[in-house]
Structures are given as C-alpha cells and as structure tokens.
C-alpha cells in the first residue's frame, strides 16, 4: 500500500479499540486532517447510544452517507484520516462510494475481554459488555486493511501503520484488457506487490481496475488505479511498468501521459504485438528523456498469460536484470524447469521475434486448415478428421494441432460448429509485416507470405462464390492418398516452414547486429507460445551447431525421407483442384532452392536485354559484370 495525496485512511473497528487516539497521532505524524466519526452521529444515534441502546443499520446508513460526503470532499484536498466502526462490509461500500480507488483501510484488533479490561481501565469511561458484544457479533472482518493487535503501543501502531502504508508496489501494469488481466493475476499468484492500471471511460470503462482486482483472491494486495499519477506514484523507484495495450499509436499517447510522472532511470515494458521499428523508435525516443524501455513480445493468449507465457524481452540488457525476476517467475517452464524467457537482444529485437514467431504461427495455421480441407474432400467429418489428426500426435504434435482436433470435435446442435463459421479469416497485422520484413531483408519466406495472401483470398468470400459458380464444372475429385501421405506432407511442409522463418530471424540478427541465439530462442518456444511443438524441442538442439537447418544432417534426412509424400500429395490435390497453397509452397521451395542450375539466368538476360542491367558470367572467376547488345546476332 502507499499513500498518496488525496487518500482518505479509514479507521476501524469496535468501541474501546483506540481508534481515535491512533487517528490524531497519524493526523500529526502526516500532516492530514483528522476527523472523528462519533462527532458526526445525529442526535437521534447519541441519544440512543446515551441510553445504552445498540445502533441498527437503518440508525446507521443517514451517517455512513454524511462521513462518505466528507470523505469524498476530502479526497479533493489533502485527503484525511477518518475513524469510525464501519463493523460490517456494507457500511464500508457506503464509506467508499465514489472513492474505492483512493480508500485505504486500518483495522484495529483485539479481542473482547482485551477491550472490556482497557476500557474499563480508563477513568470515568464504563461501556457496557452486551454493547461490546453486540458489536463483536456483527463485525465483518474486512479482506483488505491493514490489520493491527491493539496490545502493541501506540507508537508501535503508528510505526506499523505508516510502513504499511507507504509500502510501494514492485511492479505496475497498465492496461487491463484480456492480457493485462492474465499477466496481473500471474504476478500476483507468484506472490509480487503489484499496482493495476486502467482509464477511465464515462460508460464504457469505469472502475474496471477496482472491480478486477475485487473480483479474485489472489489481488487483494494489489493497488488498484484509474489515475496515472496515483499509480506511477506509488511504485518502487526505478519503477517497472509493463504497459498491456493495443499495438499501435495508442502506446504513444500512453507513454506521453506517463512521461510527466515518471523518473530518470524507470523502465517501461510494451508487452504487445508493437511494430519492431516503432520499438526501436521508441526505445531511442525514451533513452533521450532517461527513461529505459523494453519491447517484450508475449504470446500465449489469455490461458498462457495466466499461467505461463513465452516471453522475448528485447532492449538493453543491463535493464533487462531489473525486470528479469518478474518476467522470468511469470514465464511458462520448458522440459528442464527454465523460464520461457530470455534477454533476446537490443532495439526491437524482441518485437521482431515475436513478429516471425507470429508469421510461423500463420503457416502453421494454414497448414492445418489445407489438411482440414484434402480430409474433408476425402469424404471425412470433422470428428472423423480430429480423429486422424489424433493419431498424428505421436508424431508431429503441437499445440495447435492440439487445438484442432478440440475445434473440430465440437458441436453444436446436430451439426459440427467448424461447419458454421464464416470462412474469412481476419488477422491483426504481424503476418503483414513479416512479409513485408522478409521481402525487405531479402529472406524468401514465401510460406508466410502465402498463409498471409491465402487469408486475403479468403476474405472475398462474394467474389469467391461467384467465381465458383463461373468456373464450375462437372469435373469430379478423386484423391489417391492415404494417411501417411498426408501426414509426411505436413512434416515436410512444418521443416521448411521454420527453416524459412529462422533464417529471417537469423538474417536480422546479422543485418541490425543484434547476435540473436537461434537455440535460445526455440528453448524458449518449446512451451507457453503458440508455435509450441515437438519440432521445437528438437530444433533447440539442432540450433547448437548451425544457424541454418537445411545444412543440419538430421534436418537433411529428414527431409529426404518425407519428400515424396509432399510431392505426390501437392500433385493430387493440383489434379484434383485443391487449395493447398503453404502445401505447395513448401516443396516449390525446396525445389528451387535444392537445384544447382535455376533459371535465373533467362531474369539476367532479360534484365540486361531491356535495362542494360548486366550479368555476370558462370565461368568467370573475376565476377565481372557483362553487357551484351542483344538484338546484332
Ligand atoms: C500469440 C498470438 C497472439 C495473437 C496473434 C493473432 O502468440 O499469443 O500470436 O499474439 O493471437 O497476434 O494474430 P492475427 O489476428 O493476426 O491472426
């Protein structure tokens, strides 16, 4: 807890506790006004209490409302200190309406003959024992105070109380949609003080940071925020704040309203899915201002941030060590107990793995919806495919295709839901850009470009059905393949996929300087992220001794073994007018690639035929470039 300008400290518990005498000195010792409930009762309540009669709820509720005003005109000022019994959980929401974000609550405990003793230990005060008991019996302990024996001294309490309450959270998040929610609860189940974060928006986002942190046990320690200052205020400095928002401009405006609040030296983490040069951008925009800042590509959508996400920090790395213990306590856990998660490297480097590990995720995708499509035109159902896909576990799982088998086994009514959903897929951007980074950097990635453009072509579903019935014909499929045909295929066509998003990963290395550790990085794949797999696991191996697949042996091997199933599934599903493009891609690549003499000699002689481009020559060791005047003969 902290306290901070504007906090109103109630301070609780039954009669005789010594709450004022509390309250007045912790007025004193930080110089906020002190207000005493009891002064505050109607004469009805004083008359009633005079004649020995216990208070009632309806006696109580007219002044519970008249202290909340108080309380809430207080909160615009300096704040204040106010004592009063607040016995039961509903006074205390009167109490706090309207100030939930800045109420801190101090309960005074101590047991009834405890009380009895001292209050009648005290000259000319005698408070009856059924009065006491009356309020024992309806006290609701509260969950969130900060708790305090009455046999310490008064001293002591003051000592506890102040300790307590300028105690600073170690961790804030800012942004609680899905992730940020998970992320918050993950800090919080491995134990850290954390401050939440979350705007306000008249209707459409109020309180929400109060009534998340309500919601589950395991935050009721942690500060809940809808006031920038208040939060960054009261974090432990350099203050370590990871911001959960919406990739795009909107972190910008989020780090200019931070900007004010924070000190030399904080650090600020973007656990979206930002652009890798708006990452670098704004690590080099923030380093002129001393603040620190970390793009950390998290994926594992909201079941993985709960419960362990694969996490790829990038930025500097001496800062990297202050938010290490919490994104590496948060991480999920691979085969041998470590984190899933390391310093990837500088500047935007963990943006950019996650972008390709995103752009890997849409071939994988792809690539089981092409199955999905050649079983489906085998005359399969969707449990009967899941069934398949099953079997293939043994050999080739992964969670996504886990989480297939799951889609296609479910139903809903009499029909398979898979059935019912609208075949244009969507997709948020990090596809796009790996594909344009590819082509900058020159890598041909052209799985991930070919799952992305497949997305696009799905998405003219009216032009598509249009074209269906133009293009019709009475041409009927009939597809010789078998299971292990297809599953060598999809094999195949996984390898070349992550040989082709690894060696963009590797090029950036080399091309931003950024000495990016390929084993390293498929480690902390093997669990947490969507791309998890068994491949994975054995590429952190095969990535201890190269940084390109197709030069490793068993890589090679295995290739060599599953060719022909890729080879003949691609032909059928052409001959029998499938879609299959990432299928295709795969071996077109291969071939391509596995060939000592292309045709890129004819795009030479063109290129210097029309544009004086020249080209060099196949015997030439010099690698002089030549000019041939194409049309004299
Ligand atoms: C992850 C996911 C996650 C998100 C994708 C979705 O690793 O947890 O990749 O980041 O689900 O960005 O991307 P599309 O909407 O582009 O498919």
Redo the contacts with the bound molecule.
Sequence with gaps: MSVIKEDIIFIMGVSGVGKSTIGNILSKSLNIPFFDGDDYHPESNVLKMSQGQPLNDDDRIGWLKTLNKLAINQSKNKGCIIVCSALKEFYRDILTVNIQNNSKWVFLHGSFNQITDRINNREGHFMSSDLLKSQFDILEEPKNAIKIDISLTPNKILEVIKKELLKKSEFGLFGLGVMGKSISRNLANKGFDISLFNRHVDGLEEDVAITFKNEFEELSTALPFSDIESFVNSLETPRKIMLMVNAGKIVDYVIEDLLPFLSKGDILIDGG?SNYHKTKERFDYLKSKNIHFIGAGV???EE?ALKGPSIMPGGSKEEYKYIQPFLEAIAAKDDNNLPCCTHIGTEGSGHFVKMV??GI?YVEMQLLAEIYTILTKQGNNPNQIATILESWQNTANSYLLEITIDILRKKEGDDWLVNKIMDKA??????NWTTITTAQLGIPSTMIASALFARYISFYKDERVAADHKFKSDFEAKLNLNNDDLLGAYQFARIINHYQGFRLINQASVSYDWDLNLSELSRIWTNG??IKSDLMVELVTVFKTTNNLLTSDVIVEKIKSLKPSIKKVVSECVLNELAIPNLSESINFLNSFAVADSSANVIQAQRDYFGAHTYQRKNDESKKFYHTNWKNN
């Design positions: 899915n994926s594992g959508g993985g590990h995103n995720e969507g997709n948020k951007g990090t596809g992220c969507i």
